[in-house]
């Protein structure tokens, strides 16, 4: 007799001063139970089996990269990067923090609203791609005062998705089992194009493996 599959745990770590009832949400949205960590904590908690770290704001080069990202990297766990988590993403993997961008909306109006949404362009071919179902040019919200250019992407990482000024929007890992990061508001499932949710979606089944 079969047994129903053991409900993905997902630890959830959110940039300091950010409510995360928004991104606890969307792990709920994808099937996966959240478990909020702090971004100062030491270890990736036990029983988890996949990390999402997210934010709306910008890594600086002040803050340093959280050691359960550096822990979830080493041990192959699924890893969705949104916003800040992005960023720390990338720094985790040596590369550069975003550099200050315009026209790609304002990350702080009121109920989270975002103020633009762009076109970008997903590349065929990779992970995005893949989980998405689709490739080529798509309206997406966006709300970031902050973004990485092609040369701040850490050497290794794919940048999969592109805006129409050159801003990366999403890098992802070849060769990794699952290690994606996007600079849309992949958690406001509301707003964002559909099937755009599968990303959530993948991460909590990878979480079940």
């Not at 909020?36 to 704001?57: E, H, N, R």
């Not at 550069?96 to 103020?115: R, T």
């Amino acid at each position: 007799m079969s047994h129903p599959s053991k409900t993905a745990r997902i630890a959830l770590l959110v940039q300091p001063g950010e409510p995360d009832s928004a991104f606890a949400s969307a792990i709920e949205h994808g099937g996966g139970q959240p478990l909020v960590c702090d971004a100062g904590a030491g270890a990736l908690p036990s029983d988890v089996g996949g990390l999402m770290i997210a934010g709306t704001g910008a890594f600086t080069d002040s803050e340093s990269v959280p050691n359960a990202l550096l822990q979830a990297i080493e041990g192959r766990f699924p890893v969705l990067g949104i916003g800040w988590g992005m960023h720390a993403l990338n720094v985790a993997l040596g590369g550069q923090p975003p550099a200050m961008v315009e026209g790609h909306g304002q990350p702080d109006l009121p109920g989270g609203e975002e103020s633009v949404k762009h076109p970008v362009f997903i590349a065929p071919g990779g992970k995005v791609s893949y989980t998405i179902a689709g490739s080529g040019w798509v309206t997406v919200p966006s709300a970031h005062t902050h973004g990485l250019m092609p040369g701040q992407v850490a050497d290794g990482l794919l940048s999969s998705v592109y805006a129409e000024d050159r801003v990366v929007e999403a890098i992802e890992k070849p060769g990794h089992g699952w290690l994606i990061g996007v600079q849309w508001s992949a958690h406001l499932t509301g707003s964002t194009p559909k099937g755009f949710d599968s990303l959530l979606l993948a991460l909590v089944e990878r979480s079940q493996q």
